[in-house]
């Protein structure tokens, strides 16, 4: 059964949550206390050296990085290669999906989720400089969303997963979500896929 190394507040480890719960895939939660610092414990840090979570162990396969490990479990549970819709098989399908997976690395995480993480983990960021990025971040998500029920297809993928947990976070780095109406339609369409799963400071 997959080991999932899980910190309850963090939008990256939301991300893997989701995941599992919409595809249903049975595995075990290890709870990872970051104000506790399990995650730079030596048991930690030979699974990940970065002394990051989320993590997941699969037998003999380790993985850290949410987008990592959305990738492996659409790949794995998502369907055929085919047929795969959270991970479709055809190039430039796959490529839309990861161009997205890269923004919520760059543009997501040093905008909104910095700011967040300033404002509540004492994180050592530039607070106005993350929230502009943030701004920026998501009149990107709007632009698209404007014209798009969903990121990268015309049906969610991982992209969604992915840009979803700190964008939706957003107001807790104190970046106001009223400009982004679109975004917030995005939101609710998440919110109501099956399987769907909350986190502190997100929509039930
Ligand atoms: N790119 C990584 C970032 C992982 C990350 O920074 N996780 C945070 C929690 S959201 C963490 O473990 N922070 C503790 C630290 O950096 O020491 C991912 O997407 O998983």
Redesign the pocket.
């Known amino acids: 059964m997959i080991k999932f190394y899980d910190?309850a507040l963090?939008?990256?480890?939301h991300?893997v949550r989701m995941l599992l719960s919409m595809l249903q895939i049975p595995h075990e939660v290890v709870p990872i206390s970051?104000p506790n610092m399990d995650?730079?414990t030596p048991a930690h840090i030979a699974r990940n050296p970065?002394?990051?979570?989320?993590v997941i162990e699969d037998g003999d396969v380790v993985i850290?990085?949410?987008?990592a490990?959305l990738v492996y479990l659409a790949a794995k549970h998502g369907g055929d290669q085919k047929d795969n819709l959270w991970l479709p098989g055809e190039p430039s399908e796959q490529a839309l999906v990861q161009q997205w997976l890269s923004f919520?690395?760059n543009e997501i995480?040093n905008g909104p989720?910095l700011a967040r993480a300033f404002l509540l983990f004492d994180r050592d960021v530039d607070l106005a400089r993350c929230q502009a990025a943030g701004k920026a971040a998501l009149s990107i998500l709007e632009g698209r969303l404007r014209q798009h029920d969903w990121l990268a297809l015309d049906h969610p993928t991982i992209a969604d997963i992915a840009c979803y947990p700190y964008s939706a976070l957003a107001e807790a780095g104190e970046i106001s979500l009223a400009p982004y109406e679109a975004v917030r339609a995005w939101f609710k369409r998440i919110e109501a896929l099956p399987g769907y799963v909350s986190m502190p400071g997100l929509g039930d």
């Open positions: 910190a963090s939008g990256n480890c991300k970051l995650h730079k970065l002394g990051t979570v989320p850290y990085d949410s987008q490990i919520a690395v995480w989720a």
